[in-house]
Structures are given as C-alpha cells and as structure tokens.
C-alpha cells in the first residue's frame, strides 16, 4: 500500500482527503503545518506529498524547497485552493510535481495521485 502524507491545516479538508484517500486503497499520514510535514516527510520518506500552500509555522512553497534540498525526490503534490498564477509559478519553481484545485469533487485529486505513483514524476502540470 503506497503511503501519502497529506499537508493541510483545514480541518475539514484533511477529514474529506482522509477519507477519499483511504478508500482509493492510499495509507494516509495527515499533519497541520508545513514544519511538522517536513520532519515526518524527511522521517518516513511517503511514496508522495499532498501539500497545502498557506500553513501556520512554514508555508508550503518553504517545505517543498525544504524536502527538495534535504534529498526528498518523490513526487509532491500542491492541494490548494488558490488558482493565482503567481502560486503555480512558485509552486513550480519551489520542485513540486504538480498543482490541483481544491474542490468537493476529490476525482482528480486520486487521478494525480495514480499517476504519479504508478509512474516516476516529471515536471508540473
């Protein structure tokens, strides 16, 4: 079973992702913020890394450069609700995979995840 670390410090969105996740056949490993996403990332290197832009503590463009310079290769997956092309840009300069949209529908959110841990990532999309 591949293990995801899911970064968000909404509530109700880690309840909603827990859930869609674990039905899609993922473990899930959920922290609040960016510095603990970080430590248990770097402590249990996840098969992929669903990360949240605006956290208390580190931001997520700050433990996805974090990740990257300490060695972390797998794929990491930017889960936001924001849709300003100034994120996407840092997302993608910061070396994350790709960059999904928050939104009830959790589809596409499994879609990403499938590919990318079936399959080495590449860049974002």
């Known amino acids: 079973m591949k293990t995801v670390l899911l970064c968000d410090d909404n509530e109700d969105m880690l309840e909603l ?12 490993v959920a922290v609040g913020d960016g510095t603990e996403a970080v430590r248990i990332c770097l402590e249990t290197q996840p098969d992929l890394v669903l990360m949240d832009i605006r956290m208390p503590n580190m931001d997520g463009f700050t433990a996805i450069r974090t990740l990257r310079s300490e060695g972390y290769d797998k794929p990491i997956v930017i889960l936001t609700g924001s849709e300003k092309q100034e994120d996407r840009a840092e997302a993608e300069k910061a070396g ?3 960059y999904v949209l928050k939104t009830m529908d959790m589809n596409e959110v499994v879609e990403v995840l499938d590919q990318y841990l079936a399959e080495a990532g590449g860049g974002l999309e």
């Open 96 to 98: 994350c995979n790709a």
């Open 17 to 28: 992702t827990k859930l869609v996740l674990s039905s899609s056949g993922y473990q899930l």
